[in-house]
């Protein structure tokens, strides 16, 4: 998403992610770096990335009601990402044993907590024409379709040759090669990618190649509980993606 939307709101020009990394062109907001950048000083419209809980956000961010496209991600690729991420950093606790990882994450003792609070948080907002839910998913299925949705709720619209342009400028395998956005300027001593890349697989279903039968059944009967009560209707549960991945 932060190559995505970047490329929209300068109408496809590929200098728009070509001339800052990502956690500069799109800051994060809980990230150091967010209070040398002069955020304020931004023309409108602005862009930023969280990974806060929809609780977390500050009153300003009520009053100012922004636009949000909020990603989402089968929870068992997320694992299975974090799993990965948490090994080649150094800023974070080793995962150790893969099942007791699972654990904690599924407690949500995890960095940025419970995904299934987030989830609900986010799905729940009061703003809710504000806020657009997007799954990893989609993106992978149909990047056209989800530019062009995407372009919608930021009012950009966009001629299909362009929209066709940036989809594919932000297949994950082009992407991968743009060294504003692979996280290749992230010195070793922090993130070594010899361990594992930043930018990984790029797929859905991962999931399957990394937890064993028990931990699935497990994954499945906490996810049945915790998410009982939501009747959003997310893609990894209509089983079509889980066939082909």
Not at 14 to 22: G, H, W, Y
Not at 71 to 88: E, Q
Not at 90 to 96: A, E, K, R
Not at 132 to 156: C, G, H, N, T
């Amino acid at each position: 998403m932060q190559e995505i939307v970047p490329l929209i709101m300068s109408g496809g020009d590929p200098a728009s992610v070509e001339t800052l990394p990502n956690w500069d062109r799109v800051p994060w907001l809980e990230e150091h770096r967010a209070y040398i950048l002069d955020l304020d000083k931004r023309p409108s419209p602005r862009m930023f990335s969280t990974h806060f809980h929809y609780n977390m956000m500050p009153p300003a961010f009520f009053e100012a009601k922004p636009k949000v496209i909020y990603v989402m991600r089968n929870p068992k690729d997320v694992f299975t990402s974090s799993f990965h991420y948490y090994a080649m950093t150094s800023f974070l606790v080793n995962p150790g044993p893969q099942n007791e990882f699972l654990h904690k994450f599924l407690d949500g003792k995890v960095m940025f907590g419970s995904w299934f609070d987030h989830v609900k948080g986010w799905l729940s907002a009061a703003d809710k024409e504000r806020v657009m839910p997007i799954s990893y998913e989609e993106l992978i299925m149909d990047l056209k379709d989800s530019v062009a949705r995407i372009a919608q709720f930021v009012e950009k619209p966009l001629d299909t040759e362009v929209i066709e342009k940036i989809a594919d400028r932000c297949l994950f395998k082009n992407m991968k090669q743009n060294n504003m956005s692979n996280y290749s300027a992230v010195p070793h001593e922090y993130m070594d990618q010899t361990k594992s890349e930043f930018l990984r697989k790029g797929i859905a279903g991962d999931w399957k190649n990394q937890l064993t039968v028990a931990e699935v059944e497990y994954f499945d009967a906490v996810y049945k509980e915790k998410m009982k009560d939501v009747k959003y209707k997310f893609v990894w549960d209509q089983h079509k993606l889980d066939e082909r991945a």
